[in-house]
């Protein structure tokens, strides 16, 4: 099992920044590639960035790249959103997921194990 704790959300004006942090306990965190994912009232959860298991590889939805970093601390065990040039559009809860693989995935039904989620709410 992998225990997932989001933090970070919170409000902020258009155009600002918010980093997002995911500490995970349990199995070795390194084994796991991990995800971001959104989802806004109303709306699916949708991909959001993916990581591997040494950093070494990420991938984004076009709707964040250029704005949003994923990055990870294997020694502290936890994973990283550092989200700029904040639109309203990107108010959603944020989730991270583990996938017991070292190997990105954009699908959510590929992860295995989820946070409780972290409300992000940007204004105009």
């Known amino acids: 099992q992998v225990q997932l704790v989001e933090s970070g959300g919170g409000l902020v004006q258009a155009r600002g920044s918010l980093r997002l942090s995911c500490a995970a306990s349990g199995r070795t965190f390194s084994n796991y590639a991990m995800g971001w994912f959104r989802q806004a009232p109303g709306k699916e959860r949708n991909f959001v960035a993916t990581?591997?298991?040494?950093?070494?590889?990420?991938a984004y939805a076009d709707s964040v790249k250029g704005r949003f970093t994923t990055s990870r601390d294997n020694a502290k065990n936890t994973v990283y959103l550092q989200m700029n040039s904040l639109k309203p559009e990107d108010t959603a809860v944020y989730y991270c997921?583990?996938?017991?693989?070292?190997?990105?995935?954009?699908?959510?039904?590929?992860?295995?194990?989820w946070g409780q989620g972290t409300q992000v709410t940007v204004s105009s």
């Open positions: 997921a583990a996938r017991s693989t070292r190997w990105i995935s954009k699908r959510n039904d590929e992860y295995d194990y």
């Open positions: 990581i591997s298991w040494t950093g070494g590889t990420t």
